[in-house]
């Protein structure tokens, strides 16, 4: 299948700084990208969607301002958690579909973040 | 929410065949029905999908009922490796719609 790739796949940063994760799309174009998060023992929950041009929508209760998203090419998205507490410490998950091909979305590796 | 409904857990021997099953009794003619499964500390990965038709490829095979209102999911021959979280999601063929999960059926492949 196609190959979604994400990076970094964990990474510890002090509170009140910023982590910038990336999320690129090996293999195909992606017009539309979600980004989720993952506390332990839990499902997985929607954050955002995000188109490539145009704004991310964001589900409720997630703040825009403070994760960033930027989905500047068909092939990378990128979520920025600023100002990060340690109650943003959890398992950050990107998916891309391909535009044009199958419906079937592709999942990142994850990435662990620990705001310490 | 999800759309679905499936057994929290489930453990299967090593070697034997894993039937996980799905509820889906509320969906819609245009939605399709997706497994992924979840390895610890990983991404969700894609196994399948099917409109209505039974579905078959190299890691799984998908069983619809006639009424659409529930699926099975099996794996032939269970490695160890099986050992997942598997997620049943249905989902209108919309490229812009995204995958919503439930909790999801923890399979434990035993040796």
């Known amino acids: 299948g196609a190959v979604v790739s994400q990076h970094p796949s964990r990474v510890i940063c002090k509170s009140g700084t910023s982590v910038k994760i990336e999320c690129r799309s090996l293999?195909?174009?992606?017009?539309?990208m979600f980004w989720y998060r993952q506390f332990p023992k839990q499902s997985l929950m929607l954050m955002a969607t995000?188109?490539?041009?145009?704004?991310?929508?964001?589900e409720q209760g997630v703040e825009k301002d403070k994760f960033l998203i930027n989905h500047a090419s068909l092939t990378l998205s990128t979520l920025t958690v600023t100002s990060a507490h340690p109650e943003d410490s959890s398992f950050y998950i990107c998916s891309a579909r391909d535009g044009t091909g199958p419906t079937e979305a592709f999942f990142g590796q994850g990435t662990r973040l620990t705001v310490v | 929410d999800a759309k679905t409904t499936q057994p929290p857990s489930m453990d299967c021997a090593e070697g034997r065949a894993a039937n996980l099953p799905c509820n889906h009794s509320?969906?819609?003619?245009?939605?399709?029905v997706y497994w992924y499964r979840q390895i610890h500390s990983q991404g969700p990965q894609y196994i399948i999908h099917g409109l209505k038709n039974n579905e078959t490829n190299e890691m799984a095979s998908l069983i619809i009922t006639e009424d659409r209102k529930s699926s099975t999911l099996i794996l032939p021959h269970a490695t160890l490796r099986d050992t997942a979280v598997y997620y049943c999601?249905?989902?209108?063929?919309?490229?812009?719609?995204?995958?919503?999960f439930g909790p999801g059926t923890r399979l434990s492949v035993l040796p």
């Open positions: 509320t969906i819609s003619g245009n939605e399709y």
């Open positions: 995000s188109n490539e041009g145009s704004k991310a929508t964001y």
């Open positions: 293999d195909f174009q992606a017009t539309t």
């Open positions: 999601i249905v989902r209108a063929d919309n490229y812009g719609q995204n995958f919503v």
